[in-house]
């Protein structure tokens, strides 16, 4: 248990710092693609866990698309999570399967990326 929310809090910290600053179209998809990744087939991302919340609009009248990572300067909240690791040990043998999630809140950087030539 301990190993798994060790990789879950290196994991969640990666993949919230690409998102801050790389991430463009659909934010969710790309979060558990990354998310997957960084896991490296030890456990897979649970898509019922993974949530992206945008929790202040640094600039309410710039218009964004659904499932973004927010813009230039907003705060969002991401809350990654996955279940059972492949190996759980005795866990498994009494039908208990952990479920790890991980709640991290990061404000964009302050410019735009896509404004930037990245």
């Not at 248990?1 to 809090?9: Q, V």
């Not at 998310?35 to 009248?61: M, N």
């Amino acid at each position: 248990m301990l190993m798994a929310n060790a990789i879950l809090e290196r994991a969640a910290n990666h993949v919230t710092r690409k998102a801050r600053i790389e991430y463009r179209g659909d934010c969710k998809t790309q979060v558990l693609d990354e998310l997957d990744r960084v896991l490296g087939g030890w456990a897979t991302a649970d898509p019922a866990s993974t949530q992206i919340k945008l929790l202040h609009r640094y600039d309410p009248d710039s218009i964004l698309p659904d499932n973004s990572c927010g813009g230039a300067k907003d705060v969002v909240q991401y809350t990654l999570g996955f279940k059972q690791p492949r190996f759980i040990g005795i866990l498994g043998y009494f039908g208990v399967h952990p479920q790890y999630r991980r709640s991290v809140i990061v404000q964009n950087e302050p410019y735009d990326p896509a404004d930037q030539g990245a």
